[in-house]
């Protein structure tokens, strides 16, 4: 099915009804998504102008993918450290492991969100990350864990 023209709206047989006005009850969805078919426009026109102007923005392809690597890593772990949690014939004592790995990608992922701009997406998901995870050793530490 090809779409032509987004603001053409079919008649529906029975219905009166103007380019202007809503259906009765309803909304006019066409003049919606009309107006925001522009505002995207206007915005992705109006970041263009703001990459233009500022060239140091630019993150190194290498250091987007060490994040992204990391996060990655941290995220398995975390998964692993939930499904030992659950394996209630593990000691509390063979979650170590889990931790010290936690700990050692909450360090790794602070660091590289200090190299990254504030602005980057890719800053906000290493710190959203490493919270999580610096909270699962804290638990570990306080001893949330130990029956």
Do not use: W
Not at 33 to 59: D, K, Y
């Amino acid at each position: 099915m090809k779409i032509s023209d987004v603001s053409q709206s079919p008649l529906i047989a029975g219905r009166n009804q103007s380019s202007d006005s809503s259906p009765a009850g309803g909304t006019n969805f066409a003049a919606i998504l009309q107006s925001h078919l522009r505002g995207a426009t206007a915005t992705n026109s109006a970041t263009a102008v703001n990459a233009a102007t500022i060239p140091n923005v630019t993150t190194s392809a290498h250091l987007r993918l060490e994040s992204l690597g990391i996060t990655q890593t941290t995220i398995a772990t975390l998964d692993s450290f939930s499904a030992a949690l659950g394996n209630t014939a593990l000691k509390v004592e063979e979650l170590e492991p889990y931790i010290s790995a936690l700990e050692n990608n909450v360090v790794a992922m602070l660091s590289l969100k200090e190299r990254l701009p504030s602005q980057d997406p890719l800053s906000k998901i290493l710190e959203e990350v490493a919270s999580v995870s610096y909270l699962a050793t804290a638990k570990y530490h306080r001893g949330d864990y130990n029956i």
